[in-house]
């Protein structure tokens, strides 16, 4: 499925109150949100859905920040949404954003880059799975 991708509003975006602009803008930028709810995750969830990074050297800060206050977790759907949506919120690191996506305008560093969004399709499916169940996909359409 090419047409949906998953979103986090990271902890420090909320703590930060911009979680409300950066919604506005990915439904400003024509993606529908099919589901979202905002969660505490646990280390536990941290560790399971960053697993690929595992051993990495950011890994452990990654997720003692992921897990260390409030988040939004989205399912958004827009035709080509991986891409499209990795092109509304920027590079990884901040300072290399283009102007105008949602890291350089809300994120404070490479660690803290106020939102993620899957890498891949096959990513996208799987990252949405470890969060929503499918009573909850289908509910909200
Ligand atoms: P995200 O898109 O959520 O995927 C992995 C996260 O690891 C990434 O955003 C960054 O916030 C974080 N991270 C911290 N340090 C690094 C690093 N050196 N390289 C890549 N990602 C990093």
Redesign the pocket.
Known sequence: MNNRTFAIIKPDAVRNNYDGKIIDQILRSGFKVISAKKIRMTKQQAEGF?AI?KGKP?YQ??TEFMSSGPSWVLALEKENAVVEWRKTIGA?NPAEADDGTIRKLYAIS??E?AV??SDSDENAQIEIAFFFSEAELIASQ
């Open positions: 960053y990074h950011f800060e990654l990884t490479l660690g880059n993620h969004g």
